[in-house]
Structures are given as C-alpha cells and as structure tokens.
C-alpha cells in the first residue's frame, strides 16, 4: 500500500513539474504517464513525427496555448520544415519570453520570421520549449500544416487563466529606471516581472542572454 501510495505521489509531482501543449496538437499528450516517451528528451520528447493529426497554421503564423505547471518558466518556440522534421532552425520567439503562474497561456499570434516564406501546404513541426532559471528544459513538438484558410485562435478560444507572459526588454547595465525594462505586452497580457532583468549586471545579463540563444538555436542543455 505505501508503494502504491509513493508511486501516485511520484506521478502527481512528475506531471505537475511538466507542460502540456493544448494548441496546436500535440505528437502525444507526454503527460499520460507513458513510459515510451518524457518531456526531458531532446527534442520533441521522443515522439516521432506523424504520431499524432496535423493542424492547419495561418501562413504568417498562428496561435499556441500551453498547459503550464510552474511558478514561472522561460519559453521557447522553434520551427522545422518538412514532414519529418527534427532539426528546428527557426525560431519564432527570438527574444526571451517569461510567462508566470499557474494554469492555461495562449499566444494568439507567433509571427514567422521575416525571411522565411511558406506555401499552402507546406508541412512543418513546432517545437516548444520550457526551461527554469537553472536551465533545465522540458520539450514538446506539434506537426502543421500551413493553410491560406487557416485563422489564429481568438476570443475564448485564446483565453489566458491565471497567467501572463511577455518578452523580456533588454536592459541596460547601471539603469536606476525599473519602468524602463519591465517585460513588454505578450498577446493579451503583460509581462510579467519575474524574470526582470533591469539594472542587471553584465555576467547575469550575459548568462540570461545565453540560456536565450542555446534555446533559439535548439541546443539541449
């Protein structure tokens, strides 16, 4: 019986400590407690691409909404194209985004990169990211498909619970102004300020700046 107990209290904190992907569709729902795959697995959980449907993206990009579990996370998206995609060289969050709280995020809109042109048709896999300031990281991936017809979500269909997110603003070494490098507006909520890097110094900026970069490049730590 205290077997049994421990291993649902060990199951509990384990999805708890996880992400969910709500939109687009996940590969696999990774927080199902199935043995094959785990979220700490570079790069898409150990789920292969075509496990699950593919969801129709605008062409200038389109919407995610995560189920998130911590108390605060950095947040990565990455783009690869093609129908078997795992190597993610488009990056759709080129600055750090910070997302606080518990509960449901939606981003109605993740441009694409403004060198990067698609077609109707063209297949393509997200890969999402989460890291904690330790840099530990957690990752999940959705196959797209790009459709002329498709729309990003809107209304209820993109509503926030209990969190909020936004890009951190550079900072500026020496600043006394906090107001001045508050995270800026993510969707429809403001960012938040629990990875405020005002008045940081340089090594601090710079380690930050770094966790950024290995993310957007989909490196695994």
């Known amino acids: 019986m205290k ?15 996880h992400f969910g992907l709500e939109y687009p569709e996940w590969r696999f729902d990774t927080l199902s407690g199935d043995e094959r795959y785990s979220q700490w697995e570079y790069p898409c959980a150990g789920v292969p691409a075509g496990t699950g449907n593919r969801t129709e993206w605008p062409l200038t990009g389109g919407s995610i909404k995560l189920e998130l579990h911590h108390a605060w996370s950095y947040v990565f998206v990455n783009l ?10 488009y990056t759709l969050t080129p600055s750090l985004y910070n997302t606080t709280g518990n509960g449901t995020y939606c981003l109605p809109q993740l441009p694409l990169p403004t060198n990067l042109k698609v077609n109707d048709g063209d297949l393509a896999s997200l890969q999402v990211i989460t890291a904690d300031y330790k840099g530990t ?28 997110g936004g890009f951190v603003a550079a900072a500026t070494q020496g600043s006394d ?39 957007v490049y989909g490196l695994g730590l």
């Open 80 to 89: 690869g194209l093609g129908e078997n995609a795992t190597v993610f060289n």
């Open 3 to 17: 077997v049994t107990s421990l291993a649902v209290l060990a199951t509990a904190q384990l999805a708890a400590a």
């Open 177 to 215: 102004d906090d107001s001045k490098n508050d995270t800026t507006s993510g969707g429809n909520n403001q960012g938040s300020g629990a990875a405020h890097i005002g008045g940081a110094n340089t090594m601090v900026l710079s380690s930050v700046v770094g966790l950024a970069l290995a993310f």
């Open 137 to 164: 990281s957690l990752y999940n991936c959705a196959d797209i498909v790009f459709r002329s017809s498709a729309k990003a979500l809107s209304g209820d269909d993109c509503k926030s619970n209990n969190v909020t």
